[in-house]
C-alpha cells in the first residue's frame, strides 16, 4: 500500500516571522509545510521535486510580486491552489490576484483562526487535492478513509474492531477538543447507553496500543476533563 501523506503547503512570505508563526500555526493542524522568502525561491520549491497541495503567497515580495510568481506557476502547468496573503485591500487588487489564478485572498492582519479556515475550504474546492476528500480525515500523519474503514499512521495499516474505529472516528472530527467521557459515550455508544462509563477508558487503551505505537503519541488524558487527540506542543514543529 503507498503512503498517505497530509495535505503539504508552501508559505512564501519575505518576514520570517510570519513565515515561521504561520508554519507553526499550520504544522499544529496536521498539515505539512515548506517555507520560501522570495518569488523566486517560491518558483524554485514550487516546481522542485515536492508536490504542494495549496500555496500560501504573499503579494508583497522583494524580488517578484506574487500575482507574478502565480500568473508563472499557472503558465507552466501547476494548478495547485494559492491563496494570496496581501496588505492590500482594494477591490483592484483582489480581481486581478483571482484573474491570474489565485484561489482565495486574505487581507493582513488576519486570525489564524480565519486563514485555517480559508485553508481548508480551498482545499475542499480543489479537484487536485486528494487527502481531504469528504470520505477521508487526516490529523498529522494519521489518516482514516471512511468508505473502506481504513486507518493508517506513517502510511502504516492500523486493524481497528469497529467500536474502535467509531471512537477514533468521533476524535479525529474533533480534533484538539477536549472529549468528556459522557461525551463518547453518547457519540460512540448510544444516547441511551446504561453500561459503565469505564468502558471509555477501556476503548480509549486499547487505540492508544494501537494507534499510538507511533511516535509521537496523538491520543491524550485531559485530567479531571477527559481525552483529545492533538500533537503535543513539544510535537507540533
Known sequence: MSSV???RILVVDD???ITDLLAAALRYEGFEVDVAGTGAEALAVAMGPS??????????LPDIEGTEVCRRLRADGLGMP????????GTEDKVLGLSLGGDDYVTKP?????????????LRRSSNHVPVEAARLVYADLVMDEDTHEVWRHG??????????????????NSRRVLSKSDIVDHVWSYDF???????????????KKIDSFEPPLIHTVRGVGYTLRLAAGDQD
Open 15 to 17: 518576514e520570517p516571522y
Open 194 to 208: 446504561d453500561g459503565d462509563p469505564s468502558i471509555v477508558e477501556t476503548y480509549i487503551s486499547y487505540l492508544r
Open 156 to 173: 502504516k495499516l492500523v486493524e481497528l474492531t469497529a467500536t474502535e474505529f467509531n471512537l477514533l472516528h468521533y476524535m479525529l472530527t
Open 51 to 60: 508536490s504542494h497541495d495549496l500555496l500560501l503567497l504573499d503579494v508583497m
Open 5 to 7: 501523506r497530509p495535505p
Open 110 to 122: 488576519f486570525s489564524l483562526d480565519e486563514l485555517v479556515a480559508r485553508i481548508h475550504a480551498v
Open 82 to 89: 494559492v491563496l494570496f496573503l496581501t496588505a492590500r485591500d
